[in-house]
């Protein structure tokens, strides 16, 4: 795991190329501690072309492991975030017709040679794992931007006048004496629903992040630029081939097939040079990575949870009876309000674009735990959008199934005037979604928080997205499928894996979700949502694979998550911060906000007549993050 930093351009000069890749590299410096290396090339006295590279050694830790990283022909030049899994597969392959010389046992060494025989289409289908690539062939000076199937790894990148920029995060981007990118008020929008900013959006505008599945090529001649998006992996693709071709099997050999994918999938995890470990909740999913690890292993494996001095949050009780039964070498940490609070400051460093998912804070803290043993943790990310853990799966089609049979114009009305009634809060919501024509909009609405961002951002245009864009479900699947595979591509993508991994690298440390293989997804897929979602209960294969190593009892329990007091904590320890981000003349002076509503809701809020906290939370942390760009 490391970071990474570029630029292709003709105007910079190249005395300066050294010094604007170093400033790129320190701004990313946490995504890899252990060095930092740096390539750059003037060609023709036209184009100019660099990369920084920060490494986190965890596999081939020798210099043979540097990068950038140049072919053994001379040809390629890759600077290289993530880990190939089965790179030592690859190498095999490579050598049955290849005679070739290895410098050392690097993954990015096999990558390269790997696009040097195979070409990149061939090479990234043929890769199990998580990446960010940036690829330079000096024969064709031509530029590829590479990310992995289901976006493990970030990649961001965007034109600043005539420079291609590019970089792990934005941070890197923005230290280019060519960056002058402004706020895009539009995804401030998809800010304010989602809690987060989903692909290929950012929050400046004609920046983008490379949408997962994905590699770009670059060509720059005669002042000229050309520039082609390719798509290596669809997961549309996916979900369509494995509803049109499913599982035949019975659900006792789907079980069965889906533990070998999974054990599979973690032993190609556990290639690491440096220590490794898991986090452990006590839930299902990292209860089931951690015991497959556990069997795996010739001794305990390191796990990691974190508990809350309030029991009403606390799992970790859960996690250390599992890592008991299991024989884990279990670390636990149990932080208070405080703890919490102090990582506040730090979230805008920590996320190089607003984002307000508040599970970010616990997942910061047990990975700075977590860093202090190990390098690499295993996580057990993933399991609720393949095999339908989510409570909206099993309620939102039978609400749909009422409101469809009310005409559109009486939701509408109902919608406009539940606001002036004494009701319930959730009640009052799932009102307000059904105020829609079609099952996908309302969906988008019982996950959204604010449910009309263009009325708070001002001069904005909400762009669509696959919550909204979509109109129809896949062929032969039904609501519950299409929900699974929306919330694959955009939540899981956009918020999930974005928080683990800006919390993680912050601190150093790589993350790794077994989950995630592309095999594992394939199959799932395959898979009817009767077998996921059995009776009502979700994520039923994995459960039944779980109970082989960890008794029932110890696990059907109600899920709590990484969830956090905000409400309270606004009224209370932190209403001075709040009330400082979101003051009327502050916000008037910025102008992006409604002020008058954005006070409305604050008042609403600590007055005790409604629990707005979630809605508040993302226009804090576009505030705190706006105040760190200053």
């Known amino acids: 795991m490391c970071g990474l930093a570029g630029f292709l351009e003709s105007n910079l000069n190249d005395n300066n190329s050294a010094k604007v890749l170093h400033s790129m590299g320190e701004s990313i410096y946490r995504r890899g501690p252990d060095g930092t290396g740096i390539w750059f090339e003037n060609i023709e006295n036209k184009i100019n072309v660099g990369f920084v590279h920060t490494r986190l050694a965890i596999i081939d830790l020798s210099d043979a ?77 031509r530029l590829t931007l590479a990310r992995d199937r289901v976006g493990e790894k970030p990649l961001y990148w965007g034109w600043q006048d005539d420079a291609l920029l590019f970089g792990s995060e934005l941070k890197a ?42 590699y770009l090529s670059v060509e720059l001649s005669n002042d000229e630029r050309k520039e082609t998006l390719h798509q290596y992996w669809s997961y549309e693709k996916v979900v369509q081939e494995g509803l049109v071709n499913p599982f035949m099997g019975s659900p006792i050999q789907a079980v069965e097939h889906l533990e070998s994918l999974i054990a599979q999938s973690i032993n190609g995890q556990l290639i690491s040079d440096v220590p490794l470990g898991a986090f452990l909740s006590g839930g299902i999913d990292s209860s089931l990575i951690v015991s497959i690890m556990q069997s795996l292993s010739s001794s305990p494996v390191k796990t990691f949870s974190i508990g809350f001095d309030d029991k009403k949050y606390d799992e970790a009780i859960f996690a250390v009876e599992v890592a008991r039964h299991l024989g884990t070498d279990h670390t636990e940490m149990y932080v208070n309000d405080k703890d919490i609070q102090d990582v506040i400051p730090l979230l805008p460093e920590v996320y190089c674009e607003p984002f307000a998912d508040s599970s970010q804070l616990p997942t910061f803290l047990v990975s700075k735990m977590a860093q202090q043993h190990v390098t690499v943790a295993l996580s057990g990310d993933a399991g609720d959008e393949l095999f339908g853990g989510y409570t909206p799966y099993s309620f939102t089609p039978k609400y749909w199934n009422y409101a469809r049979n009310i005409p559109l114009q009486i939701r509408k009305f109902a919608s406009r005037y539940i606001d002036k009634l ?6 009052k919501k799932l009102i307000e979604c059904m105020a829609v024509q079609n099952p996908q909009l309302f969906y988008r609405n019982i996950i959204s928080h604010w449910l009309n961002p263009e009325e708070l951002v001002k001069n904005s245009s909400e762009p669509s997205t696959a919550f909204s864009s979509s109109t129809t479900f896949p062929v032969n699947g039904g609501y519950v499928d299409w929900m699974m595979s929306v919330d694959a591509q955009v939540y899981m993508t956009d918020d999930i894996l974005v928080k683990v991994d800006r919390a993680a690298m912050y601190n150093s440390l790589e993350t790794r ?12 897929w395959q898979l009817p949502v009767s077998l996921k979602i059995n009776n009502g209960v979700g994520k039923w294969p994995l459960r039944e694979i779980l109970y082989k190593r960890v008794p029932k009892s110890m696990i059907e ?14 009224r209370g320890p932190l209403r001075d911060w709040a009330e400082e981000l979101i003051a009327y003349k502050r916000l008037a002076d910025e102008g992006y906000f ?10 609403l809020h600590i007055q005790g007549q409604a629990d707005y906290s979630r809605k508040l939370w993302s226009i804090l942390m576009f505030q705190s993050w706006l105040e760190n760009q200053k």
């Open 65 to 141: 492991g540097q990068q950038p990283m140049h072919s053994h022909c001379g040809r390629y030049v890759i600077a290289f975030n993530g880990e190939i899994y089965n790179h030592l597969e690859l190498r095999y392959l490579l050598e049955s017709n290849n005679h070739i010389s290895w410098r050392g046992h690097s993954d990015t060494e096999t990558l390269l040679a790997c696009f040097g025989i195979w070409g990149i289409d061939k090479t990234l289908q043929a890769c199990v794992g998580m990446f960010a690539i940036a690829l330079w062939d000096k024969k064709e000076h």
């Open 173 to 214: 981007l923005k230290t280019h004496p060519a960056f002058s990118a402004e706020i895009n008020r539009d995804a401030l929008c998809l800010l304010l629903r989602h809690n987060y900013i989903p692909a290929p959006h950012t929050i400046y505008r004609g920046i983008q992040k490379l949408q997962p599945g994905h």
């Open 422 to 427: 004494p009701v319930n809060p959730k009640f």
């Open 513 to 524: 979700v077994p989950l995630l293989d592309h095999r594992i997804i394939e199959f799932a």
């Open 557 to 570: 329990r109600p899920k709590k998550g990484f969830s956090v007091p905000l409400s309270s904590w606004l």
């Open 594 to 603: 409604n002020v008058a509503a954005v006070r409305s809701c604050w008042n």
